[in-house]
């Protein structure tokens, strides 16, 4: 029976205790005046409690002088009396209704703006865009048109192929995929010629349309002609055809770099002493604690904490507090071994080489040169020899 | 309407008592109709020997934690057992819970 129940303390009831001789008396007249009377128990002889709604209460005191009856409220239960209990303290609900209010209020502001899928295009410049676009931490979130700040994302960036941007809870994030320029390429019923990219000798040569100009063994300079598209007809001479040429040629191509390295280097381990900074964030403004001291270390690290207070994931609260750390480190002077300092100029040179080398060559043979000046240093020349394709398709011009 | 309704049924009823297996009575036991919503009669709901719902009772006539004897067509009901109490009373109908020993019709 939850269902009347919960109806009885929705509307409020009383609980009384009745006086008198005549009880039986009493209930039969209730009954009969329509009062809905329940949990009716004996306490003694001439004494009983019973609990009934507070407009049968009302009836029931009438009920009561007739058979002589002494009736006392000795309990009021349910809502009614529960927000008259609570409507004395003002102060309270006033504490309610204004968090209630508060939380409201900081919720409906973006306080963090998120930037996820971005590999080249730095955020920074991202964040420069959405704040032109009027998404930035502090603004009122139901001004901001989700899909057209994506659209105009995707039209203003050029760098960009695909962008979403949703508001959860108090944080906007913008997923972005960047858009990978496609290789100009010369159209298929275009004529053109295949010349060389870089400079190189002729590892193999297939051609598939065009003339070949150049022959295995030959050595090659950057732009040099390869492949013609222009076909001469060998009866009729000055009589030509222009064709699309379509090769592969494969040229072994050098690449040299040279890396150093000290003997002597110096290792850095922290002492141990560290130094704090707390930055307090409120809204957008970052406040400098004044307990701040000096950071007097000769060398050190440091290390940036960033704590905002938030609740869940996703309701991320305009407060928090940056803590930076700052090591102290210590400088332990070390001497390498000759054969450890070769290894780093190596690896050094390697490193500036792999950014230059396109993906597809093949590396097939390097030679390393090991010098040592005045100073100390191991400086590795390399030169890395790669077999790779060097055709690059350039249309016919003015023919 | 309903209430004006139960009360005609209820003076008939007692009119058909009266004169001894009166011609209402006859009928309603031809037709199976529910003497308890015909006549008035009084239903009584035993659930174990802690609940008794009691329809069509007309009256308290005794109340006491070991003893309640209510008022019926029927004549007096008198229920003994003990902690008994009202979980409920209306007009027509009153729930009895508590250990319940025994249900007797008294006239």
Known sequence: MLLPRLWNYLKGYVIILAEGYSLERFINICTRRQVLLWDINRRSNHTMTLKTSIKGYEMIRLIAEKSRCKVSVIGEKGLPFFIFRYKRRKAFIFGMVSFYLLVSLLASFVWDVEIYGNKDIRTSDILRKLDDLGVRPGVLKYGINADRIAKTLILQMKELSWASFE?????AKVFVEE???????????????????????????????????VKEGDTVVKGQLL???????????????????????????????????????????????????HTLILFNKEIKLPLNKGIDFKNYDKVELKRVLKVGDNFILPFGIITEEFHENMLIEKELNIDEAKTAAREDALKKLLKIIPGDAEIINQVVDYTQNQNGQVIASIIVECVEDIGLTEEIGGE | MQDSNAKKTEKQGQKGNRVGGGFLEKLINILELPQEVMLGTPKMVLTGNNRLLVENCRGIVEFEKQKIRLSTLDGFVKIQGEYLSIKEISRENVIIIGEINSLEFVK
């Open chain 1, 167 to 171: 508001i959860r809870g108090t944080r």
């Open chain 1, 179 to 213: 858009r990978t320029e496609p290789p100009i390429l010369v159209p298929v019923d275009v004529p053109c010629n295949i010349v060389a990219e870089r400079d190189g000798i002729i590892h193999s040569i297939i051609v598939k349309n065009g003339r070949e100009v």
């Open chain 1, 227 to 277: 492949v013609s598209g222009v076909i001469e007809n060998e009866r009729e001479p000055g009589q030509s055809r222009l064709v699309h040429s379509i090769a592969e040629v494969k040229a072994r191509t050098w690449y040299e770099s040279t890396g150093t390295a000290s003997i002597k280097t110096f290792e850095t381990t922290r002492t141990g002493n560290v130094k704090y900074i």
